[in-house]
């Protein structure tokens, strides 16, 4: 099979994870590509570390200002030259197979993507609360970690929605359904590497939120919230903070990496909630 393929990355601040990543996709079974790496302004030795390897495919670009996911990942998109674009993260790692199973949907009549199976650090392994997890086992999400589109379909619809500072991935794939199909193929698999919650990132992370409400905007026909309730038993925990220590029982805090988070819950829940609700009033949408 002959065809071009670019995988595109956007990085910060991933010096524990990158070697990791560029080792896996330099290993694949498939290997005429480009890998595009734009690095949103990191200040580790994620530059560095990149430098270090020595191949031709690997092309990098550094932005000059934080220029945030959505407009980085466009930055990718402007630097290939690919008809086809696989998306991963910087903390991922590819299994050998995933080129060349992505390639064998693409090929297929009105498949316009392909979206794989991501598994957070293994097929085994069991998260607990401190854990910064990232999956999709049954496809439908379109997470840039692990999906592939024909770039004319990308070109179409204009690439990312730069207002998005998070699930920019999901309202690119319910964008591009309009064209064709967005395949899932459960052999083209993406491992994420582990990574640890530290409690401010942990609280800031509630700001994620804020995007639902772009995609509620957007796409008012798609089950994002329950009666215009956004995650209700969360709402339900601020109006009654002692629900938050029913999360202590399972399995979700065993180490003590998931018991130092348990007393930032509740300030999360807050930043979380009045992230949202400023988003709501900027947008205009009545969404509790």
């Known amino acids: 099979m002959t065809t071009n393929v670019s995988i595109l990355i956007t990085v910060k601040n991933v010096e524990h994870y990158i070697a990791n990543c560029l080792k896996s996709l330099l290993a694949q ?10 690095d949103d302004v990191s200040n ?9 390897f020595n191949d031709k495919r690997i092309k990098y670009f550094r932005n000059k200002n934080w220029l945030g996911l959505s407009q980085s990942r466009n930055e990718c998109l402007k630097h290939s030259h690919g008809d086809y674009v696989f998306f991963t993260d910087g903390d991922c790692v590819a299994s050998k197979y995933w080129i060349e199973e992505g390639l064998k ?11 794989g199976k991501t598994y957070y650090v293994s097929k085994e392994y069991k ?8 999956e999709n086992k049954k496809g439908g999400l379109f997470m840039t970690c692990n999906i592939a589109y024909k770039k004319t379909v990308l070109k179409e619809i204009g690439g990312f929605d730069e207002r998005f500072t998070f699930h920019e991935d999901r309202d690119l794939g319910l964008r ?18 582990k990574k640890i919650f530290k409690p401010m990132k942990f609280v800031k992370n509630g700001k994620i939120l804020r995007n639902r409400v772009l995609l509620y905007k957007k ?42 988070l348990f007393p930032f819950i509740y300030l999360r829940l ?12 900027r947008e205009r949408i009545f969404i509790i």
């Open 176 to 193: 591009a359904l309009k064209y064709g199909r967005i395949c899932f193929n459960p052999q083209m698999i993406i491992y994420h590497q």
């Open 44 to 52: 580790d030795k994620t530059k560095e570390i990149i430098e270090n």
């Open 127 to 134: 998260p607990t609360r401190s854990d910064d997890v990232v």
């Open 105 to 115: 949907y693409l090929n297929t009549p009105n498949c316009i993507g392909v979206e």
């Open 219 to 260: 796409f008012r026909d798609k089950p994002l919230f329950v009666w215009r309730i956004a995650n209700p038993k969360d709402l339900a925990s601020i109006i009654f903070p002692p629900l938050i220590f029913t999360r202590l029982f399972g399995t979700s805090f065993k180490s003590k990496d998931d018991f130092n």
């Open 29 to 38: 079974t498939f290997n005429d590509f480009e890998i595009i790496l734009v």
């Open 270 to 281: 807050i930043y979380e909630r009045i992230e949202f609700w400023d988003m709501c009033v």
